[in-house]
């Protein structure tokens, strides 16, 4: 296998795994304290879940932009290009990778705070929502320097 094409197959194993362990670490702490108030109030699962559902978009926006490398760049079949591109293609997934990796973590931990003010206020969720959706952004900046450097940073180089 040609050099190039290996960096950008790992461009997509960066895209798409950090956006996944950025949404399973949201996940997984928010559903903890989620577990502990069904455990007491099973009748609050509804609103439980969507808070526990908002930080899997980042594995999401990892999953798109890395659809976009194997399909739009590597799927019209074997291809070869320079090494460098290859390179450029690896880092040009960082700012996504890493961005939907922190804000996954960090919206996890909001939201986890948003299931503690369901606990006490179930009428104040659309607030808890709200702040736990601004960490959204940061994975969505990053999603958008991506594609930046991917659609126009890089599509003179690769035909």
């Given at each position: 296998m040609d050099l190039s094409?290996?960096?950008?197959?790992?461009?997509?194993?960066?895209?798409?795994?950090?956006?996944?362990?950025?949404?399973?670490?949201?996940?997984?702490?928010?559903?903890?304290?989620?577990?502990?108030?069904?455990?007491?109030?099973?009748?609050?699962?509804?609103?439980?879940?969507?808070?526990?559902?908002?930080?899997?978009?980042?594995?999401?926006?990892?999953?798109?932009?890395?659809?976009?490398?194997?399909?739009?760049?590597?799927?019209?079949?074997?291809?070869?290009f320079d090494t460098s591109v290859g390179w450029a293609l690896l880092f040009s997934a960082l700012p996504v990778g890493l961005a939907c990796l922190g804000s996954g973590i960090g919206q996890g931990q909001i939201a986890a705070g948003g299931v503690k003010i369901l606990a006490e206020k179930p009428e104040n969720l659309t607030q808890a929502i709200v702040l736990a959706a601004l960490a959204e952004s940061f994975a969505v900046f990053g999603l958008v320097v991506s594609l930046l450097i991917l659609l126009i940073g890089l599509s003179p180089y690769l035909g």
């Open positions: 094409i290996a960096l950008a197959l790992s461009a997509v194993g960066v895209s798409v795994g950090l956006g996944a362990i950025g949404s399973s670490l949201g996940i997984g702490a928010v559903g903890q304290v989620s577990a502990g108030l069904l455990s007491r109030e099973p009748k609050k699962f509804a609103q439980a879940l969507i808070l526990s559902a908002l930080p899997s978009t980042q594995a999401l926006y990892g999953l798109l932009y890395g659809f976009l490398i194997q399909v739009g760049i590597l799927g019209e079949g074997v291809k070869t």
